[in-house]
């Protein structure tokens, strides 16, 4: 019997352990994902598709949707751009300072939404510290699209970056230390090298901001002023219409937000199972 057989034996569970475990895990999952799931979507259709359909085209709710796609226009490339330019900055260079810059890299996942939101409140709202700036200039941010789109920004940086660093540092700087001798200057190997060797990481980390930018509620909450039909996104407008008793509406828009949420999960499933050696360390199959 070799070394690894005894160790596979010394921490083996009896198959009634390992059953009860499966159960555990798939009654946890059922009870708050799967069961969710199907009461959002039962409620939904609570009134027929008619009534369906007719919360989803009315005017709030459609123009509450233009709101949060826009917010992801603006947020996700803006991210985009950061997450890359960090990873390439802490994964291919040293510095000083590049521990702080780490850590607030991370910072949003430790912060509370509201906590970002009230924060950008206070800094560009009526009284904040550049709100007189703000007024002279006559530019609308606290309340406005603007805020909203600050607030989500916060809120998602952190997944680009995150998704990026440990990849570039797994695969180290020989390819662009090659490239570079051989004459390619920065930006080409960046472009020819780089880029092209991340690019199913990219990918990942963008579906994860995407999906973070679309259900965004806390921050967006705060910055956004509740003013329905102009600062309402989807998650704002689904507490608007729950709390006036509207239990069908709110969850057929509800059930948009579960679909773009599922689409995601789906998306994310296959390139993890496609280009899984390809994606960060903790991510590949």
């Not at 005017?59 to 751009?81: E, G, Q």
Request: aromatic share 12%.
């Amino acid at each position: 019997m070799t070394s690894n057989d005894s160790f596979q034996r010394g921490i083996g569970e009896p198959v009634l352990v390992r059953w009860l475990l499966i159960l555990a895990a798939l009654l946890f999952l059922f009870i708050f994902l799967v069961f969710p799931l199907v009461i959002v979507f039962t409620e939904a259709l609570a009134s027929g598709w008619k009534a369906y359909l007719a919360a989803l085209v009315e005017p709030d709710a459609l123009s509450a949707l233009r709101l949060t796609l826009t917010v992801v226009a603006f947020a996700v490339p803006l991210n985009i751009l950061f997450g890359i330019a960090a990873a390439w900055a802490v994964a291919k260079h040293d510095f000083r300072g590049k521990s702080i810059l780490v850590t607030l890299i991370d910072l949003p996942f430790s912060v509370s939404p509201v906590v970002a939101g009230l924060s950008f409140v206070m800094l560009f709202g009526s009284h904040g510290w550049f709100g007189d700036f703000v007024d002279a200039a006559d530019i609308d941010i606290i309340f406005a699209t603007p805020g909203i789109v600050l607030a989500t920004i916060f809120v998602t940086f952190p997944f680009v970056a995150r998704e990026l660093i440990p990849l570039m540092e797994s695969q180290g700087n020989s390819l662009e230390e090659a490239a570079l001798s051989l004459g390619a200057s920065g930006w080409r190997t960046f472009i020819k090298i780089t880029l092209p060797n991340v690019k199913w990481a990219l990918f990942y980390g963008v579906l994860l901001c995407s999906a973070r930018a679309m259900g965004d509620f806390g921050a967006v909450s705060v910055v956004s002023g509740h003013i329905r039909g102009v600062t309402n996104t989807l998650p704002l407008h689904v507490e608007v219409l729950y709390n006036e008793y509207a239990f069908s509406a709110s969850f057929a828009v509800a059930s948009l937000l579960a679909l773009l949420a599922l689409f995601t999960l789906v998306l994310k499933s296959i390139l993890e199972w496609r280009h899984g050696d390809d994606l960060a360390p903790g991510h590949r199959s």
